[in-house]
C-alpha cells in the first residue's frame, strides 16, 4: 500500500473525528479498510453513549464485524488518528486485523509503544503490522486545539460566574 493513501485514509479519520468534536467529545477518529473499500467507521464518543468503551477504534472494528459479518476482520487496515488505548489494542488483536496506522502518539495512554507495547509484546498470538507518524501533526493539533478550546471555555465560565455573583452581592 502506498504512502498516499495512508495519508488519504487518515484524512478520512481525522474527519470522523471532527464529528466528535461537534458532539463536545475528545476528537478522535477511526476507519477500517478493506482493500479500497471502508468497512468500518468510529469516532470517540463515551460521553454522549454512556459508554467508556466506545472509543474510535471499537466503534469502527464493531461495524467492520456487522458489515463482514466475521468476528474476524482478516486483511484489513485499520487507520486511527491516536495511538490506540490498552482497550483498544486487546481489541485489534482479537480482531485479527492485519495492519495499523496512527497518526499522533499518545505518550500517556498508548499502548502501541508509548506507555506500553501491547501489540508488539512478544508471544502474543496474533502480530499487527503496526505504523505511524502519518500526519501526526494533524492529528495532534486537533486535539490540543481541543483541551486549548476547553480550558478558554471553563475560564469564560468562572469568569461569568464571579460576575455574576459579585452583581448579585451588589444589589
Ligand atoms: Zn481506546
Known sequence: MSETSDEYW?????QLALRARE????????????GEQVIGEGWNRPIGQHDPTAHAEMMALRQGGKVLENYR???????????PCIMCAGAIVHSRIGRLVFGARDEKTGAAGSLMDIL?????NHQVKVEHGVLADECAAMLSDFFRMRREQKRAQRLAQREAQQQAHHS
Open 23 to 34: 458532539q463536545g467529545e475528545v476528537p478522535v477518529g477511526a476507519v477500517l479498510v478493506q
Open 120 to 124: 508488539g509484546h512478544p508471544g502474543m
Open 10 to 14: 487518515m484524512r478520512y479519520a481525522l
Open 73 to 83: 476482520l482478516l486483511d484489513t487496515t485499520l487507520y486511527v488518528t491516536l495511538e
